[in-house]
């Protein structure tokens, strides 16, 4: 098997392309560290692309008492707001009253509670609705007549994962995605690690004075088979699943939905012509490689919206549906959905003296990056020249825009692409924020952004997205960096795998030469 020379030592060595693992990174890598990081498949290719999409406090966590995730959360979507307001925007969310679940009094407690533990400065606060006559109300059973309008917000989750690896490969970190960790032994202070290229087979040696093992669902596995540790902590794979429908309600609010059996259930607007339904909370074992919704969940979520909805919601509604392993923390609850979802930070260092591995185990896409500065936090002592806690307050990639102003730039990016339609320039922004712009360059018509695969997609924009964000099968875009798959057609689905096919070579020369 031919090998690559190895790099030079590196401060850090994270293993996973998640959303934690990513943040980490960036989080590192704008403190001064040199970092790599191993990816065996996508950015945000498993847990992190299969979210609801929610930046949230978690309503339903106050009922486990777990008040500092829950405060930690609800101040993370206002600093998440502003730094990426190209992908993170508010919503409202419709909670209707059931009689026979959770009483009035209840319900007006928590969302006071929600309301006021963490700090919220630019979403508006909880209101009571009657449902009778806001137009909310109209796609409901007549059953319920009063419910409470509270504020969360919406992620491109797969976007972030993206844009946080964008931004720490532009801090100097080295991103390596299909590239699997094998084994790394430590040794003489440092961890030796050999990560394989998965399309060519190839093999490197990567130095490292820290390993974190930010490897999700795969956490156990990677400290005991590869890096041969005794897992500090047990992790519990817990299938979320959601089901996509065509769009069931004309407003652009949510609902929140309490079921019998002690879950909610979300309807969310999506990608404009859709509704998103989710979630469900199974307990799975084996390989978490390749989930997927089985058909009783997609009759569970069906069920339980048709509970509220007039029109009730069927299997044969469902246009998409996709599936997760959340890698919680096994806190030893009876439930799946009684599982904690916080944060453990598991720090192995054997003998005072070896170099230390950390492993990351549970947490939430809403707060990954108090997760990334938490994480610094466990490592400083052997980074004394580290520095300062920073992402709290710098934007995002594209993200450099007020929270409230992606209207405006798309307005101006109409202005100076003329031929894009509004609807374009809406999407565009929503993906690349101030962006966009170095992502169009220099075409002054449609025909200049080459080969167009349907809905907007152009030869011009998946090259970027080769190049600049790591993309290299069409799933990576259809499905992860974008939902386009929703709406693009199968002749123009293939001929994307067709075009990408002949990019690949040129994107992957470049980037073997970026990665030396």
């Known amino acids: 098997m031919p090998r690559m020379p190895e790099s030079g030592v590196q401060d850090l060595l994270v293993v996973g392309g998640g959303v934690n693992g990513c943040g980490i990174a960036r989080d590192a890598a704008g403190r001064g560290l040199s970092v790599t990081l191993a990816e ?4 945000a290719g498993a847990t992190s692309s299969a979210s609801t999409k929610l930046i949230h406090g978690g309503l339903r966590y106050l009922e486990y008492r777990e008040f500092r995730l829950v405060r930690e959360a609800l101040a993370e979507r206002e600093v998440l707001l502003r730094a990426a307001p190209h992908i993170v925007w508010p919503l409202r969310f419709v909670l209707p009253h059931h009689a026979g679940l959770r009483p009035w009094p209840l319900l007006r407690l928590g969302l006071f509670l929600y309301d006021h533990l963490g700090g919220r400065r630019l979403l508006p606060p909880t209101r009571a609705l009657d449902l009778r006559r806001d137009p909310a109300g109209a796609p409901l059973r007549p059953e319920f007549r009063r419910g409470f309008e509270y504020s969360d917000c919406w992620v491109e989750d797969a976007r972030l994962v993206v844009l946080n690896a964008r931004d720490a490969a532009d801090r100097g970190a080295t991103v390596l995605t299909r590239t699997r960790c094998l084994s790394a032994r430590r040794e003489a202070g440092l961890w030796r690690a050999t990560l394989r290229d998965e399309a060519s087979g190839t093999t490197r040696e990567v130095a490292a004075r ?21 897992a500090p902590a047990r992790v519990r794979l817990v299938k979320g699943s959601h089901i996509v429908t065509r769009r069931l309600f004309g ?9 019998a059996d002690g879950r909610v259930c979300f309807a969310i607007p999506y990608e404009e012509d859709f509704t998103l339904i989710g979630t469900t909370d199974e307990d ?4 978490p490689a390749a989930p997927a919704i089985s058909p009783a969940e997609t009759t569970y979520l069906c069920q ?12 044969s509604d469902v246009v998409w549906s996709y599936a997760g392993i959340r890698p919680l923390y096994d806190d030893g609850a009876s439930d799946a959905q009684a599982a904690t979802r916080d ?9 005072r003296g070896e170099a230390p591995l950390l492993s990351i185990f549970g947490g939430k896409i809403t707060t990954y990056r108090r997760l990334a500065e938490a994480a610094l936090a466990r490592l400083a002592p052997f980074f004394p020249g580290m520095g300062m806690p920073w992402t709290a307050s710098t934007a995002l990639p594209g993200g450099d825009f007020p929270w409230n102003g992606a209207a405006d730039l798309a307005a101006a990016l109409r202005g100076a692409y003329p031929f ?45 997205q080769m190049r600049e964000e790591w993309a290299r099968a069409p799933a990576d875009i259809l499905w992860r960096r974008s939902k386009l798959g929703l709406r693009i057609d199968a002749a123009g689905q293939a001929a994307l795998a067709d075009w990408m096919a002949r990019a690949r070579p040129v994107v992957a020369r470049a980037a073997g030469r970026a990665a030396e």
């Open 251 to 259: 407003h652009d609010r949510c609902y929140t939905f309490q079921n």
């Open 210 to 230: 820290v390993l974190v093992n930010a490897a999700g669902a795969w956490v156990s596995r990677v400290a005991a088979e590869v890096a041969g540790v005794q």
């Open 343 to 351: 944060y453990v930070l598991a720090l192995d260092e054997q003998n």
């Open 420 to 464: 894009l339609s509004p609807p374009q320039a809406r999407r565009l922004v929503r993906r690349y924020g101030t962006r966009a712009a170095a992502m169009l360059g220099d075409a002054r018509s449609e025909a200049d952004l080459g080969v167009q695969f349907g809905a907007g997609l152009s030869a011009r924009e998946v090259d970027w």
């Open 40 to 43: 065996q498949g996508d950015l």
């Open 284 to 287: 799975v074992s084996g390989d």
């Open 304 to 315: 339980a919206v048709s509970a509220y909805f007039r029109q009730p919601v069927n299997v």
